[in-house]
């Protein structure tokens, strides 16, 4: 089998360098892990406003790429980061497509011009691979913003012997962002119309699909956990695309994301008051301690139970069955905090129900770094009762930490927390199965019932944070993958 030497991800964002989602985390973590396996790794990436904001040393590659737009022909300045502990990144530049606010509009709409933006950028993308010495072996894209690399490769690339001759690898984040736009700006994409605007191509109802091409034109497609590969088939789970995705299902594969563990490990944690471990649980008594102080919850005992969220406070994410048992929820004697942002008609009703509560439901908008930390070292229970989940790392930051989750059984949920057995003593946290707003507060109230049994609560703990959910797991599966594909 030949030798995997160099892959190349193609993503629209990465951590350190610009995130909006859980995408980042896998495009910066995965090629780091990969590159503990030997291999060379580099990411191409948009250079964004907030890039140039955060004063990543960037150096100034020559000449320009020159990549069609419709009728036009647009240019990109190269960038590369260079980094002795970390893969390349090379960054492309056209200061009216991604010197922006916000990464794909902001919280009210998307950008008109999304797919100008990301066609654009998968023509960059596959002009600097031409030129990269050595060739890759391996392309991985993510998400609908690449979906159009694959078919790129075998449509106006199909003459450039290094392009088509690479195995593209395509991963889908999350089913939901589909990268749908109208057809009359389908000669936009440089893809032949009679070709590849079709039912077998990107024509969906009616309309354009990067994620459809994505799905269709890769050599195989990955999702980011097991469970929610098998989901994704059904109408349940499909979003519409299930059809398409039935077809490609003997290369659909499902690899489970990591969790950096270099940020995300109470023992280390540099904003947490006090660093604990599983040997000693005493410095997350001081953390619960500080967190109580910190957010001003009303009758703040430590002996009481804290619940917490950190989340995108949208329907998905469950918010809708949180406000329909948050009156059953606080008749219970504990508290509640939520960290997270969204819409006026999610924040609105969590607002109002903060306003009532007398102090017992703390609700913080926006995204506050150090604050998740936190939370996550000085809560007691975490909830996670997702309408779907196709991997989620919340979760497992939260197992590492001790704070034992409350989840539904969907997606990456399911594959990373098992339902606590008393008789056994086995599992690490709590689920539901059906999307009920009873059976929620069920399993919570469950919760609630072993974190008020001392010996039992600290069993759970034990086993949550004896969990290894790393990187460097997840990245021996995707070489496996990457090899077969060569």
Same mark, same amino acid.
């Given at each position: 089998m030949k030798r995997i030497k160099r892959i190349v991800f193609i993503s629209s964002e990465a951590v350190p360098f610009a995130k909006s989602g859980g995408l980042a985390d896998v495009s910066g973590a995965l090629p780091a892990a990969l590159k503990k396996l030997g291999v060379e790794v580099s990411i191409i990436l948009p250079l964004y406003r907030t890039v140039k904001e955060k004063g990543f040393p960037l150096v100034r590659m020559p000449g320009r790429v020159h990549v069609p737009l419709g009728s036009d022909t647009l240019s990109a300045a190269v960038y590369k980061h260079i980094t002795t502990d970390g893969p390349d990144a090379y960054f492309l530049d056209r200061e009216e497509f991604f010197d922006?606010?916000?990464?794909?509009?902001?919280? /009210?709409?998307?950008?008109?011009?999304?797919?100008?933006?990301?066609?654009?950028?998968?023509?960059?993308?596959?002009?600097l691979i031409d030129g990269l010495?050595?060739?890759?072996?391996?392309?991985?894209?993510?998400?609908?913003?690449?979906?159009? !690399?694959?078919?790129?490769?075998?449509?106006?690339?199909?003459?450039?012997?290094?392009?088509?001759?690479?195995? &593209?690898?395509?991963?889908?984040?999350? #089913?939901?962002?589909?990268?749908?736009?109208?057809?009359?700006? $389908?000669? %936009?994409?440089?893809? /032949?119309?009679d070709r590849f605007f079709t039912m077998e191509a990107l024509e969906y109802w009616g309309k354009i699909s990067l994620l459809k091409a994505g799905i269709l034109f890769a050599d195989a497609v990955t999702t980011v956990s097991p469970t929610y590969s098998k989901e994704i088939l059904t109408p349940q789970y499909g979003k519409g695309m299930e059809g398409i995705l039935q077809k490609r299902a003997g290369d659909l594969h499902g690899i489970l994301n990591g969790v950096d563990y270099m940020d995300w490990d109470p023992e280390t944690d540099r904003?947490?008051?006090?660093?604990?471990g599983p040997e000693s649980l005493a410095g997350k008594m001081v953390c619960k301690r500080e967190l109580l102080n910190e957010i001003k919850i009303n009758g703040k005992s430590v002996e009481k139970p804290l619940l917490a969220m950190v989340s995108r406070l949208d329907n998905q994410k469950g918010i809708d069955l949180v406000l329909k048992i948050l009156d059953d929820l606080l008749k219970q004697?504990?508290?509640? #905090?939520?960290?997270?942002?969204?819409?006026?008609?999610? !924040?609105?009703?969590?607002?109002?129900?903060?306003?009532?509560?007398?102090?017992? %439901? !703390?609700?913080?908008?926006?995204?506050?770094?150090?604050l998740a930390h936190r939370i996550m070292g000085g809560a007691d229970i975490f909830l996670m009762p997702s309408r779907y989940e196709p991997c989620g790392l919340t979760q497992m930051y939260a197992l590492k930490y001790g704070t034992i989750p409350v989840v539904r059984a969907?997606?990456?949920?399911?594959?990373? &927390?098992?339902?606590?057995?008393?008789?056994?003593?086995?599992?690490?946290?709590?689920? $539901?199965?059906?999307?009920?707003?009873g059976a929620f507060l069920r399993a919570v109230k469950d919760s609630l019932k072993f974190f008020n049994d001392p010996s039992a609560w600290k069993g759970i703990q034990e086993n949550a944070m004896s969990e290894d959910f790393s990187w460097a797991r997840s990245a021996k599966r995707y070489m496996s993958l990457y090899k077969s594909l060569i």
């Open positions: 922006r606010r916000g990464l794909y509009g902001t919280e /009210e709409e998307d950008y008109f011009d999304n797919l100008e933006r990301f066609t654009f950028f998968s023509h960059c993308a596959l002009q010495i050595p060739a890759p072996d391996i392309l991985h894209c993510h998400d609908w913003q690449t979906g159009l !690399v694959p078919a790129l490769r075998i449509g106006p690339f199909s003459d450039k012997p290094l392009i088509s001759r690479i195995p &593209v690898l395509f991963t889908i984040h999350n #089913l939901g962002y589909q990268g749908i736009f109208p057809a009359e700006k $389908f000669s %936009l994409t440089g893809l /032949e119309k904003y947490l008051p006090s660093n604990y004697d504990l508290s509640l #905090l939520i960290l997270g942002s969204g819409g006026s008609d999610i !924040v609105g009703p969590l607002k109002a129900a903060a306003k009532k509560s007398k102090g017992r %439901l !703390v609700l913080k908008t926006g995204f506050d770094e150090g969907t997606g990456g949920l399911e594959d990373t &927390v098992k339902q606590f057995d008393r008789k056994t003593g086995k599992g690490n946290g709590f689920k $539901f199965i059906p999307y009920e707003a």
